[in-house]
């Protein structure tokens, strides 16, 4: 489910930019709405703990009953496993819900932050170091 | 006759041998600061100014021929494109841009050499110290040459610090993921002053100036790294899963199936006129 981002995201969000200064490091973040985070939920397909960024690929149902893959980029696997996150964190059939920042273009794109993740019972995919 | 030549023999060969070996003395770890370790950045990340913010936060002192190359950069990124940064595309930072550590680095020091291992796309900087002149025939290279001096100011025989003058400069390069340029006449040079704090043996600074044909001035500043106690070291190769990709001057990024997206909104295909397009 894709959702617009309601005003009790506001916190989340600002989570979301101050981390995105890790996340942007290696290059520009500019393909990703900023100002327009939104709240996705979904199952895990895969979660790919590559360089030079990891990516967290999602099975969302869209508005119409469909599943689409999106493709979520998040922080190099050197930001994320000083931050408490492992290639071990998310595996195919986790259900989370992220807030995230999608592609300007509207394809099924954005990035994430480690700590916008949580599983669908609330807990923290990370937590704060 | 012969006991002679003999004796001369043994002194000549003992000569050759002990050559070598006296003109080296014993490497003596303790004359040299201690820079060994993993050192992180400790102020902002992605900006080559660590103390202001990104963009034209940086304040720059760029010519106004480059100030509008960053401008008009800018206005490419507004739209959601990645504007001059080579990084996106693996191109790794090269000097100064490096100095941004956007993961930690190691130090080791040597003789004759010391390297500066960088975690961040597995680039690696050697800063020769064994009096050698800048080359005049290398092609340029993205990390350049570097060239080491220790400093020993109170002739006390132990170094506080290393200065360093990098030169031979590969481009494309920008100062940071934002696009701040340098010249594309690649004549960078970037001097540098590394030394520990003298309050705090854990804390390494690197006072940068930068001369660039983009700049009205020298422009310095300050990088300020913290030595990690328990060093994790993570493997950064930027071909493994980079999905974005430049075709036709437009940057596109692909999914997980590898699949070509669009990054910016309303962005063209790609042109397939290379392509046999006959439908099936």
């Not at chain 1, 979904?42 to 869209?62: A, C, D, Y």
């Not at chain 2, 040597?110 to 002149?133: A, C, F, K, P, Q």
């Not at chain 2, 660039?212 to 790294?225: E, F, G, Q, S």
């Amino acid at each position: 489910m894709r959702l617009s981002l309601q005003p009790t995201c506001v916190l989340a969000g600002l989570v979301l930019v101050a981390a995105t200064g890790a996340a942007s490091a290696h290059h520009s973040f500019a393909m990703f709405d900023m100002e327009h985070p939104i709240e996705i939920s979904g199952t895990v397909k895969e979660f790919k703990f590559v360089s030079p960024h990891t990516l967290l690929i999602l099975q969302v149902k869209g508005d119409d009953g469909v599943v689409k893959d999106w493709t979520l980029e998040g922080g190099a696997p050197g930001i994320l496993v000083r931050e408490g996150m492992t290639a071990k964190s998310l595996k195919p059939g986790d259900e989370i819900k992220a807030t995230i920042n999608p592609l300007h273009s509207g394809a099924e794109g954005g990035s994430y932050q480690p700590l916008a993740i949580k599983f669908k019972d609330g807990t923290p995919v990370t937590q704060p170091k | 006759m012969l006991f002679k030549s003999m004796i001369c023999f043994i002194a000549l060969g003992s000569a050759v041998i002990a050559g070598p070996a006296a003109a080296q003395q014993p490497f003596d770890e303790s004359r040299y600061p201690a820079f060994a370790g993993q050192w992180q950045n400790t102020g902002r990340l992605g900006v080559f100014d660590q103390t202001k913010p990104p963009g034209r936060g940086q304040e720059a002192p760029l010519t106004p021929e480059y100030q509008a190359i960053f401008e008009a950069n800018l206005a490419e990124v507004a739209k959601g494109g990645f504007g001059d940064d080579p990084v996106y595309n693996c191109i790794p930072e090269g000097m100064p841009r490096a100095t941004t550590l956007v993961l930690p680095m190691e130090i080791v020091v040597t003789r004759n050499t010391t390297y500066v291992l960088m975690e961040y796309l597995s680039m690696l900087r050697r800063i020769y110290t064994d009096g050698r002149d800048f080359p005049t025939d290398e092609d340029p290279s993205w990390m350049g040459y570097s060239i080491g001096k220790w400093v020993d100011p109170d002739a006390s025989g132990r170094y506080t610090a290393l200065e360093v003058e990098t030169r031979n400069l590969k481009n494309p390069r920008t100062f940071d993921p934002s696009g701040l340029p340098v010249h594309k006449d690649g004549e960078t040079i970037v001097k540098e002053r590394f030394y520990l704090d003298k309050d705090n043996p854990n804390i390494l600074h690197d006072e940068i100036t930068v001369y660039d044909h983009a700049l009205t001035r020298p422009w310095t500043v300050l990088k300020n790294m913290k030595r990690e106690p328990k060093p994790i070291w993570v493997e950064s190769i930027c071909g493994e899963g980079n999905v974005h990709v430049n075709i036709g001057g437009q940057h596109y990024m692909l999914n997980g199936d590898g699949e070509l997206m669009p990054a910016m909104k309303d962005q063209p295909p790609p042109d397939l006129k290379h392509f046999n397009q006959t439908k099936k």
